[in-house]
């Protein structure tokens, strides 16, 4: 009896500490996780910032807005930054396999997504592809530079319900303030600036996290014409879940965003100041 209440113990403290060790390896492998996935992208930094802190943000992935300032061969392109009396600009290298979206207007900016990095001449010659002429070399080299794997067009909200046949059917950003709630999952997004324009529909069917009104927004999504049987059927939209009759009666056939995900958007292209480390994560 003895014998076996000590073989009873040693089992018991055996399983315990095969389950300790089992926890704490799930809670290591979750807080790592967590902290990769906090690290995978940080959004709505400027040209400038990554010019002024290169060093800091050297292999962070980054969404970026900006003007495209000129093509210069078939993977690579230098953007303008947004703000006002900018003068900054960076080499964009498009490693996306999507050729450059074609742009409804001139003056239409862009969003790019990719990771910093510095052109360094073995890179160049590793990869021939870039086709980038000595001149272009000279000037970025050691700059700071994009590696681009998704590139979008990035038009203001009463540019896509001006001309919502310049976007049906693609990807866009758009950036701008959350104007009205109108249900679960459906918000308009305004202008925010001081021109007026028709505000854009917006319907979040992939339960992101809904915004409030007045908070300012970064929606990426596909822009689609309102028809609530095609969205419904699309998007498996059944009992609770299906669209508020109201929306169809005022938004038929209009365009809307279908969203891919919403981020806070605290950039303001009229302010000069920077706000890099807010975005960083620590």
């Known amino acids: ?14 399983i315990s500490i095969l ?11 979750k807080d790592n996780s967590l902290q990769v996935m906090a690290q995978e992208i940080i959004h709505n930094v400027t040209v400038e910032e990554i010019n002024e802190k290169a060093e800091r943000l050297l292999g962070q992935t980054v969404t970026v807005k900006g003007a495209i300032e000129e093509i210069k061969s078939g993977s690579a392109f230098t953007i303008e930054d947004e703000r006002y009396f900018s003068a900054e600009r960076i080499l964009v290298i498009n490693r996306s396999n999507e050729s450059l979206p074609e742009l409804p207007e001139r003056d239409i900016p862009i ?22 002429s000595p ?20 038009p203001d909200p009463d540019e896509v319900t001006e001309d919502p ?27 925010d600036k001081l021109k007026e ?40 939209l059944n009992g609770e879940r299906q669209l508020p009759r109201e929306l169809e009666t005022e938004y038929s056939q209009q365009v809307v965003l279908i969203v891919d995900s919403i981020q806070p958007s605290n950039f303001d292209a009229s302010e000069p100041e920077l706000d890099l480390e807010r975005k960083l994560v620590p």
């Open 135 to 154: 001149d272009i070399v000279a000037v970025f080299q050691e700059r700071p530079v994009i590696y681009a794997d998704t590139i979008v067009l990035a």
């Open 197 to 236: 324009g028709k505000n854009l529909l917006v319907l979040n069917l992939v339960a992101e996290p809904m915004p409030a009104e007045g908070e300012k927004v970064l929606v990426t999504g596909m822009v689609r014409s309102f028809n609530a049987t095609e969205l419904e059927q699309d998007y498996d």
């Open 165 to 191: 046949q310049s976007y049906y059917g693609r990807q866009v950003a758009v950036q701008g303030k959350v104007e009205e709630i109108l249900g679960a999952n459906a918000f308009t997004l305004a202008e």
């Open 19 to 29: 389950l300790f060790s089992v926890a704490s390896i799930l809670l290591t492998e």
């Open 111 to 132: 969003q790019v997504t990719g990771k910093i990095d510095k052109l360094e001449r073995a890179q160049i010659v590793r990869n021939q592809d870039l086709d980038l």
């Open 1 to 14: 009896m003895f014998l076996n209440l000590r073989f009873v113990r040693w089992k018991n403290i055996s």
